[in-house]
């Protein structure tokens, strides 16, 4: 069941588009303050888990620490940050008593779970304005599904994004691009998507190309489609103020950028120097602005990642002015720390204070409405996809994001670093965004920040063959992290390998789980909720109806323990080509995993379809399978992969192991 109780007079977040019931009073399942603001507070009893929040930092279980939901450019994912760069405002709280809470409310909001008082989780809110809903049901799954329910079906994308990505900030030109082609198609390593980061463009001129490094655009793109490679472009959330560039010319005679109190654009500085926002709030405006990326879909552009659009800034004039009027105060009064001057975000800054929307709800300055931004740009690009080809599928992933988001697109996890931890954060928040509706997922696979090695990038892509968004990205300026760049490339090869021959499987799970307002990855207490143990363990996931997951993420191990809930078929993808199956007791085990094996559990009585080698999704033989696991049948879901017909029943069928 699921209650609504309404505060205030909240913002149409568009979150929401299933069925409530309007409830009165307030909530049972804890009080309610509308005395500072909003603040909904619950006890926790000594088992209870917390599931939820999305993109968040931390465990599967987010008891013990406190976590503040606004959309931050977050550059170091340390253990001690609280924000990163969504919203997602979605908690579980699983014991005795289950209940889920969902927050729906646009600005900075404070999840408290337990680091105050061990005991009480606190949601606070700076304005009594929101909807909360309540959802109660049968166990943390059900609550899950529910609420997926209420927030809508999950955004599928075309079924070559199920293949592997190479990405790096500092590909520069043609060559460039033909250099990492080469590396891969030359070296047989399986490729189907090359990122276009910020230097191809103008002048970090959104829907431009560099015309002198891609004098025909459209040929190149068609070049590397013929190597079975499709060029995926970075669009950034700020416009260029730069006369005679008609996107900012036509957005300034429109209207359609966020205007300062005094009506005029206001001006902030990121990649391009200075730049506008396009109100993207503005229904107006983002019909025009998505209809931008028309530019790029008529050159052939199949996907788009959008960036920098929590909307992360570097500094205004403002700011400028005010920063040095504050530390030359602060040096007089011997209150100056470094601090001051470089580790300030723009919300600390007050730049969100300075700006303003034309939404359907009237005009809001930007901070109370801040975490649609990236929701609001990302759905521009889904809207103008449905009108540039109505029928056919993109791919399309975010930095910034909120609930109601995962109906357009799905999103990168941002700028992690090439730390073992990451590969330990990038698995929990697998399940955390199912949960909270965002599917197409994953990791920047070696590390974004810092200096990747051999085993860390090989460990990370053993989880990365699970995960729908596989694609290796780094930073500019750090070692180079593509796969051909290092010794024994065999090993790789082979990694890479494995998740083309589990395409089939994946893409199957995820269409069933996106028709089906589902999860992909579950805690393994979603899956076995009777066995106490499950609840614990922190780092395995189910993935899809049939296999759990348990890679491994600590340096210069031969292998890990795993715990099994009931008896699973172990199974490894050796280098050579075989599979070694072992049938293992439920309970504790240490399984040896080499670093160029990939490991999987089968539940008992289940079985998997796998597809013979293939170095693009689009070569995949998907008639002949063979099947693994214990005897018994797999329903099969495939489809073109390219358009939107999804529902046919003919995509469906059974597959058997004898
Ligand atoms: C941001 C993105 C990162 C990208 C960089 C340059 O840091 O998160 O992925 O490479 O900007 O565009």
Known sequence: MIQKYTYGAPFPTEAVIGASTPAQGDPACGEISLEDGFRFTCRLAPDDVVYGLGEANRGLNKRGYRYVNSCT?????????????????????????????????????????GYTRMDTLTVACGHADLDLYVITGEGP???????????????????????????????????????????????????????????????????????????????????????????????????????????????????????????????????????????????????????????????????????????????????????????????????????????????????????????????????EVHNLYGFNMTRAAGEAFSRIDPNRRFLLFSRSSYIGMHRYGGIWTGDNCSWWSHILLNLQMMASLNMCGFLYTGADLGGFGGDTTRDLLLRWLALGVFTPLMRNHTALNTRNQECYQFEDMDDFRHVLGVRYRLVPYLYSEYMKAALNDDLIFKPLSFVYPEDKMSAQVEDQLMLGSEVMIAPVYTQNAKGRYVYL??????????????????????????????????????????????????????????????????????????????????????????LRKD
């Open 141 to 367: 799954y059900d609550v899950v599904r529910q609420f997926r329910k209420l927030t809508g079906p999950s955004y599928i994308p075309p079924k070559f994004a199920f293949g592997f990505g190479q990405s790096r900030w500092g590909y520069k030109t043609r060559e460039d691009f033909r250099g990492v082609a080469d590396g891969y198609r030359n070296n047989n390593l399986p490729l189907d998507m090359l990122y276009m980061d910020i230097d191809y463009m103008q002048d970090y001129k959104d829907f431009t190309v560099n015309g002198e490094e891609f004098p025909d655009f459209p040929a190149f793109v068609a070049e590397m489609k013929r190597r079975g490679i499709r060029l995926i472009p970075i669009i950034d959330a700020g416009v260029k103020v730069e006369a005679g560039y008609p996107v900012y010319e036509e957005g300034v005679a429109k209207g359609y950028f966020c205007k300062r109190a005094d009506g005029s654009n206001f001006v902030a500085a990121v990649w391009p120097g200075d730049t506008h926002f396009p109100d993207v709030l503005n229904p107006e405006a983002r019909a025009w602005f998505g209809g931008k990326y028309k530019i790029l879909t008529d050159a052939g552009i199949e996907g788009f990642w959008n960036d920098m659009n929590e909307p992360s800034i570097f500094y205004t004039p403002e700011l400028t002015a005010q920063t040095r009027e504050n530390l030359e105060k602060a040096f007089q009064d011997g209150t100056y720390t470094p601090n001051m001057l470089h580790k300030q975000k723009p919300e600390a800054r007050g730049d969100y204070e300075l700006f303003y929307h034309n939404t359907i709800a009237g005009t809001k300055r930007h901070d």
């Open 73 to 113: 450019d977050e550059t170091t994912h340390s253990e001690s940050v609280v924000s990163l760069y969504a919203a997602h405002n979605f908690v579980v709280v699983a014991g005795k008593e289950t209940f889920g809470l969902f927050f729906d409310y646009p600005a900075r909001i404070l999840f408290d779970v």
């Open 565 to 654: 809930p009931e008896e699973m078929q172990f199974i490894k993808f050796l280098p050579c080509g075989e599979l070694r199956c072992e049938i293992l007791a439920p309970g504790h085990h240490y399984v040896e995993i080499a670093l160029n094996e990939v490991p999987l559990f089968i539940r008992k009585g289940k079985c998997i379809p796998l597809a013979g080698p293939a170095e693009t999704v689009d070569s995949l033989d998907t008639e002949h399978l063979t099947m693994v696991g214990y005897p018994g049948g797999y329903e099969l879901y495939d489809d073109d992969g390219v358009h939107k017909d999804y529902g046919n029943p003919k995509n469906y069928r059974t």
